[in-house]
């Protein structure tokens, strides 16, 4: 919060002012509650949720062109630097202008990009070959030059990219010819070829990104190929982007594509009422309903690759006990959970893991990793013998809150629901929305903290991007759980190429993370995507993160 | 007083304070949880290399004091820094910003002061029925929270009539902007204008009640006179002093209007900067809401003297 205004001290010399007793008590009660009243925190929304949920693949393509259309998104990035961009707000904004050498496509699979053919022709090399003719919006054409400078970006370590560490078995990226790259791993790395279809594989131009300087990402041009361009960024409100006519692909459908940056959540659901926006993803829960039944336009549905979970960070306490973890699983009321807290948009699940992150797996290797997994129903008489047994009758736990969204704040209250039912004693510490945040980064704020709910989306194809955190040591590994054999298998599925294969050794991972509850698993969460009756042709599932989804919105008569 | 000395010890003032200020912001920070290194990587792991590079960059491996002191040295040669969230100079930052936020102010101190004091005004002089219905309308208008104020505002004018945009603070012209940050101001006002109408109306019923306008009216001074010499202008005094609780519950709940509003003005900067412990931009949004708040409690004390001749430069009514 703000810092409170200095009081100056004054001395008072000379003839005072008269005030009357009634005025001055009036001034002075006024005084002591004007800071307090004037500005309280938002009402509570009551949740407006929806019944009838059903995925959809795609929407209706667009029938024409328009000359510019408004997105609403729910932060400003901070900057569009493609190293850095590791956020819905960021990714959803320049995934259509910066182009990546691979390409995530509205099916979540991954085909060629900027480079038209990946290949490997040993396990520790990948040579890339890029299309040519790619005009940047510099003007200036791509080259393999461009290509080493942009990764390279991402490698440097003053750069402090987010990416970096979809590096880290990189050993070297060279140019092997004027539109070929090579990139020397130190060890086989499944996970490196597909984030080149992510912001990590951005290319952009040498001679604009030097040009320049350390402002780049936040003035002037980001020197990408994408179907748009930047054009006027309003700081603080609104990012215009331009369509590019030089591009090499399909031409964007629209002139224009504006961005407005709407932090409240019901101004966001305004502005989509009112038209001053279009659409937008990331709809509020709370206002499902609200949209669906305006009449304005369509909420769509579509694959999200997100598990809601709680995220146990606390294996010294009655947690580290695996049948108090089973047992507030099977005390959760998930189905009640996804009406409140999802809006009845969202499926309970058992998996830690989305089913459309198998999507490319066998039937056999979809029996391993789902069948069997902890039951998602609830059995309070099974789960209250379990914590008896465990000892843990009366115990205390402490799962954090925050009002940064009822993902959060209702799991929250339904995990503390479910523990009491059983005989624990669960506590919710509430923290502020920054705090919150800091959970991820600081091992000081989790202190005290048993467990807080994690929404987790993958940014690949390949469920190996959440199971690897429970490797030891990892990122995420918040518990601090530690099994060799589980990360023999993770240094393993990180080895493997051909995919049915790989997809064989992490169903084994699904089904150790998921058996031993390392996050209790809640509910599977789709996108949501709201788009009034002017427009249409945006895609449904996440893939907006990565793939140029506004060059596909038009007129939708 | 003299006003030379007036102003060199008010001058004095002002810079202990920020500087007390900018000490107790950073230590604040400094103090918070988390670390800005590990938002900077968006909560991804990085290597021991990448942090120690970060770190470097921004300090942040320094000692408490050693940083306050680089930070108090660079600012006193008019360098604000580097945000650390958006990668761009803190003084490019702000100066995208602040002009909204000012508007923002201005716009509804100008409806406060106008509508506060006539409603204040006419209550007093008036009474009886008008009296009462303007009580209840400012007890209404104070009880509403300016967030509260906002959300309905933005329901019934912007979702319903139409008659304004919902959010956001226009795209650059001066008329645009107006006509977006309406409802936000009057949002941003509506509490005050029912806590100046209250303090206006008791100040200038106590006027009514005092002996030289008792004499005034046995002189035969036209009523109209009468209220405008006697009695306006002497609970003036009263209402210039809660000038600086008025800018300050301003400056305050700008925060919360900017969000409900989203128009991205430097309130709304500071909640996010808080969140990623930005250093440099939190440290110079707390500086200049300091400095403002003070600059207008200076233009109250120059003013007084003029509005009330029983007061003198560098004193005030014991009212705030």
Known sequence: ?557 | MSFVRFAVRRVAEMAATLLTASFVVFGAMYLAPGNPASFLLAGRSASPEALASINAQYHLDDPFLVRYFRWLGDVLQGDFGRSITYRTDVSRLLADRLPTTLLLIVMSLAVVVAVGLLLGRIAAVRGGATDSAILVTTTFAVGTPSFVAAVLLQGLFAVNLGWFPSSGAGDGGLGDMLWHLTLPAVALALYLIGMLARVTRSAMLEALDSDHVTVARSRGVPERQVIRRHVFRNSLGTVLTTGGLIVSTLLVCTILVETAFSIGGIGQLLELSTTTKDFPTVQAISLIIVALFMIVNLIVDLLLPLVDPRVTLGTRSAAV
């Open chain 1, 1 to 557: 919060m703000t810092t409170t205004p200095p009081r100056t001290g004054r001395r008072f010399r000379g003839r005072r002012g008269r005030l009357s007793p009634a005025s001055a008590a009036a001034t002075a009660a006024l005084t002591s509650v004007s800071l307090l009243a004037a500005c309280s925190g938002p009402p509570k929304e009551k949740a407006g949720g929806v019944t009838d949920v059903k995925l959809s693949a795609s929407t209706p393509e667009a029938r024409g062109e328009i000359d510019s259309f408004t997105w609403a998104v729910y932060a400003e990035p901070p900057t569009l630097d493609y190293t850095v961009a590791f956020d819905y707000p960021q990714n959803t904004v320049l995934s259509n202008v910066c182009e990546s050498l691979m390409r995530w496509t509205p099916g979540l699979t991954t085909e060629p990009g900027l480079a038209q053919k990946a290949s490997n022709p040993d396990p520790t090399t990948w040579v890339y070959d890029l299309r040519p003719g790619v005009r940047f919006h510099d003007g200036k054409e791509m080259t393999a030059d461009d290509v080493v400078f942009s990764l390279g970006r991402q490698r440097d370590p003053d750069n402090a990219a987010a990416w970096a560490q979809v590096f880290q078995n990189v050993t070297s990226i060279t140019k092997s010819g004027p539109l070929q790259v090579t990139v020397k791993l130190n060890k086989p790395d499944s996970q490196f070829p597909q984030y080149m279809a992510t912001a990590a594989g951005v290319v952009a131009s040498k001679a604009a990104v030097e040009a320049a300087g350390k402002d780049y990402g936040t003035t002037g041009g980001l020197g990408c190929s994408g179907p748009f361009k930047l054009g006027t960024w309003n700081k603080g409100q609104s990012i215009e982007l331009e369509r590019f006519d030089n591009y090499w692909g399909t031409k964007a459908k629209s002139k224009k594509a504006v961005f407005r940056v709407l932090t409240d959540p019901s101004a966001r659901t305004n502005a989509m009422l009112s038209g001053e926006a279009d659409g937008g993803y990331l709809i509020p829960t709370e206002s499902y309903a609200r949209l669906r039944g305006s009449g304005t336009g369509t909420l769509y549905f579509g694959e999200g690759l997100s598990t809601v979970n709680v995220n146990v960070t606390n294996m010294q306490g009655p947690l580290g006990d695996i049948r108090v973890r089973r047992a507030l699983s099977l005390a959760l009321d998930r189905s009640g959970f996804v009406k409140a807290g999802l809006g009845g948009a969202g499926t309970v699940t058992n998996s830690l893991t989305t089913r459309a992150a198998w999507s490319a797996a066998p039937e056999r290797t979809l029996k391993t990793a789902f069948d069997s997994l902890p039951p998602t129903g609830q059995d309070i008489e099974k789960a209250k013998a379990l914590v008896k047994e465990a000892g843990a009758t009366g115990k205390t736990l402490t799962v954090a809150t925050s009002s940064i969204g009822q993902d959060v704040s209702l799991l929250a209250t339904a995990v503390q629901a479910a523990g009491t039912r059983i005989g624990l004693d669960i506590q919710l510490k509430t923290i502020a929305p920054n705090a919150f945040t800091a959970l991820f980064t600081d091992p000081q704020a989790r202190e005290g903290i048993d467990m807080f709910p994690l929404t987790y989306y993958d940014s690949i194809t390949d469920p190996l991007d959440l199971l690897q955190n429970f490797k030891t040591g990892a990122y995420m590994n918040f518990a601090g759980y530690s099994d060799p054999e589980y990360d023999k298998l993770v240094d393993r599925a990180s080895a493997v190429y051909p995919l049915e294969e790989r997809m064989d050794v992490e169903a084994k991972l699904q089904h150790q993370a998921s058996d031993q509850l390392l996050w209790i698993p809640v509910a599977e969460w789709p996108t949501a995507l709201f788009m009034n009756k002017r427009i249409t042709g945006a895609p449904t599932t996440i893939s907006y993160m990565y793939y140029p989804w506004a060059a596909d919105v038009g007129a939708a008569q």
